[in-house]
Structures are given as structure tokens and as C-alpha cells.
């Protein structure tokens, strides 16, 4: 049951241009969302994060804007850079108690330079 | 601050042994959970330990055990192991509840 999915496996950008990657949902439950992204042979890190009661959350290059209507969030990096080419994976935890954590099958970003 | 260390790094195993991971947290992470990562299937969600007892537990057979100990370290067990097992299993840790994790490298788990 992947209540986290992220339907583009692969995405190619040229430098400089904007990145969107794209994650959709379908438990309703889900109140905050994160974004990982991960290099080959390390483990994920953290990116951003957003709570329901926002829509959008800017950090540097990197906005995630939620639209809890569609039950869908966006990532968006400008000016994507190649160091940017990674694995991006979009998360949200289920429950009040703990650290469940529901992750997307991720979508392997290449920025061209 | 040290990050999390998962050992070992790679590990090759046969079909019906057993295995042992372990995880180090960042110190005073109290939160450590466990992943499996398979191609194609993103991490799903293992097992989550707080404070030495089991929290949350993912859609994963008995074979897959885990346990922390006072320090928060945290162990995973794998028994009788199959060939779908061969996966990456990343260890995270964190401070609270719903808080980005920081992960480990990982340890990548290969059955012949």
C-alpha cells in the first residue's frame, strides 16, 4: 500500500533551469511532509520540511509548496546546479506517537550543466 | 556531532543464515528506526524504537527483530534469511516525534 507515491522515476534539467518533482498521497491523515534527497552510497538527508497549515515553505533554492486539496506536494529547486543530480524522496509520518514515516519510491533528479 | 554509524557497511550472506546490524544514533537521539530499501520500492519502514521499547512497527514478517539498548543503540536481526532480503537497510535517528531523521549510510545486505 504506497500511501507515498512519486510517479516520475527520473528527471533531466540543464543548468540553471527549474527542477519540479512531484509526490502525491492518499491518506488524509498526513500532516507534515519532508523531502530527502540522497547521493549514491550515503545514506538520505534532509532537505525541507512543511506542515499542513502552510502551503508553501522557501528555503534557499529549494520551495515546497502543498496542495492539501489534490493531496499534493511540489518540490522546486532554481537555479537547479549539477550538484543537484540525486535522488529526491518525498516523506510523511502517520500518527502522533513515534517516528512511522511513509516514504515515495523517489525520483532520480540529473542536472545538465 | 557525530552522525549515524550503521556496521557493517556490506555483508554477504546464504539463504537460511541469520544477521545482525547495528546502529549508533546521534548522541541524544532517543528515536532510532529501521528501513529497507529495494529498488524500485523506496524505503519502507521497518521498525522504530524510543527509549529501549518498540514504537511502531512496518508490514515485515517475524524474521525482522530489532532491539535498543540504554544507550540507543539499536540492533536488526534478520533470520532465515531469503533472497529477497538483498536490500539496503538504512538506520535513522532523531531527537522527537514527526523530526527530520538523519540517517546512516547504510548497510547493504546481499544473499547468495
Known amino acids: 500500500d504506497q500511501q507515498v507515491k512519486q510517479n516520475s522515476p527520473s528527471l533531466s534539467v540543464q543548468e540553471g533551469r527549474i527542477s519540479i518533482l512531484n509526490c502525491d498521497y492518499t491518506n488524509s491523515m498526513f500532516d507534515y511532509f519532508l523531502w530527502y534527497k540522497k547521493y549514491p552510497a550515503e545514506g538520505p538527508t534532509f532537505l525541507i520540511s512543511i506542515s499542513s497549515i502552510k502551503d508553501k515553505n522557501e528555503d534557499g533554492r529549494f520551495t515546497v509548496f502543498l496542495n492539501k486539496s489534490a493531496k499534493h506536494l511540489s518540490l522546486h529547486i532554481v537555479p537547479s546546479q549539477p550538484g543537484d543530480s540525486a535522488v529526491y524522496f518525498c516523506a510523511a509520518p502517520l500518527g502522533n506517537t513515534g517516528n512511522q514515516f511513509y516514504f515515495g519510491t523517489g525520483t532520480s533528479l540529473t542536472v545538465i550543466p | 556531532k557525530a552522525g549515524v554509524t550503521q556496521t557493517p557497511r556490506y555483508l554477504i550472506k546464504t539463504r537460511g543464515q541469520q544477521v545482525t546490524l547495528s546502529c549508533s544514533p546521534i548522541?541524544?537521539?532517543?528515536?532510532v528506526s529501521w528501513y529497507q530499501q529495494t529498488p524500485g520500492q523506496g524505503l519502507q519502514f521497518l521498525f522504530e524504537?524510543?527509549?529501549?521499547?518498540?514504537?511502531n512497527k512496518g508490514n515485515f514478517p517475524g524474521r525482522f527483530s530489532g532491539r535498543q539498548f540504554s544507550n540507543s543503540r539499536s540492533e536488526m536481526n534478520v533470520s532465515t534469511l531469503e533472497l529477497g532480503d538483498s536490500a539496503l537497510y538504512l538506520c535513522?535517528?532523531?531527537?522527537?516525534?514527526?523530526?527530520?531523521?538523519?540517517f546512516g549510510d547504510g548497510t547493504r545486505l546481499s544473499i547468495l
Open positions: 548522541s541524544g537521539h532517543r528515536s
Open positions: 535513522a535517528s532523531s531527537s522527537d516525534s514527526n523530526q527530520p531523521q538523519h
Open positions: 524504537y524510543f527509549s529501549e521499547t518498540q514504537r
